[in-house]
């Protein structure tokens, strides 16, 4: 018994030392990957360093204070107020990405305002407001809606909304307390959906695997998202991902109440860097 339990402690170290690996790889790696810039739209990618480090892999797992542009049914996992905000540090010659939100959840309900905005991309200045309302559905299911609101790029006024409103639907069934399902109904003009996101997320021991699966019903080709998150202590994090083919990576630190989390994306043409700070009272 002692050899198998030694043998097991030696298998243990091995599968972190491995992980440690991917995940320094990950991090140095050439740069190569996505062409375009999905923040543009109103959708949730990249919004959140320990989602992006994740792959973008999020709808099912939405667990903080990002989760009302990535799940708004998330929202009710949580009890209390969660404020956050994100930069992009390195290379904000090419853009400059800043989401910023703050929820509050209390016995089942949540509010949620949140706003992103990216700056020196070839299309102007895409600016969203995101507002968001979740309920808890008994005990296993959640149901949230986010209302998003474009806002007008040069302005003299605060556009408390905005010009263009569209919505998102989100859903969230856990069934067990280690296994979740996501799912989020995009729409980003007219009236119809046109993106269907389905997402798993498991935790097994301190290690949360997730994936996502994208669906266009205007028939653009599907998007493929995965990431792992390994969280040896309740301070420190790491993870990796793949976005859609690009790769990703970053760490997390808890500091008290205070999350600290870093990420990095490899696009086509260059890699980008991120840091978020998040607190929860």
């Not at 992009?88 to 703050?102: E, I, N, S, T």
């Not at 205007?218 to 493929?224: N, V």
């Not at 998150?229 to 808890?254: D, H, I, K, M």
């Not at 600290?260 to 840091?275: G, Q, W």
Request: aromatic share 20%; charged share 15%.
């Amino acid at each position: 018994m002692m050899i198998e339990i030694g043998g097991s402690g030696r298998y243990l170290q091995k599968s972190r030392f491995c992980f440690f690996t991917v995940c320094f790889l990950f991090l140095t790696a050439p740069v190569l990957g996505q062409t375009e810039f999905p923040f543009e739209t109103a959708r949730p990618l990249y919004v959140g360093a320990r989602a992006l480090a994740m792959g973008n892999a999020f709808t099912a797992v939405a667990d903080d204070g990002t989760a009302g542009f990535w799940n708004p049914a998330g929202l009710i996992q949580w009890q209390g107020v969660k404020l956050f905000g994100v930069t992009k540090f390195h290379d904000r010659h090419y853009y400059r990405f800043d989401p910023k939100g703050v929820g509050y959840s209390w016995r089942g309900y949540s509010l949620y305002w949140g706003n992103k905005i990216a700056i020196d991309v070839a299309n102007g200045i895409p600016d969203f407001n995101y507002y968001s309302f979740a309920r808890q559905l008994g005990a296993y299911f959640a149901a949230g809606l986010s209302l998003k609101f474009k806002r007008q790029h040069p302005s003299d006024y605060y556009q408390f909304f905005g010009y263009h409103t569209s919505y998102d639907i989100g859903l969230l069934f856990k069934p067990r307390p280690e296994l979740k399902f996501g799912c989020l109904l995009q729409n980003l003009d007219g009236r119809g959906i046109q993106w269907v996101t389905l997402g798993i997320a498991y935790r097994y021991t301190s290690y949360q695997f997730s994936a996502d699966i994208a669906l266009s019903t205007e028939d653009a080709e599907p998007e493929f998202y995965f990431g792992v998150e390994w969280t040896p202590s309740s301070f420190f994090s790491l993870r990796v991902g793949s976005s859609n083919g690009a790769l990703t990576g970053g760490v997390g630190l808890r500091i008290i109440d205070v999350y600290i989390n870093y990420a990095r994306i490899y696009e086509e043409r260059f890699a980008s860097d991120f840091i978020s700070a998040e607190l929860q009272f």
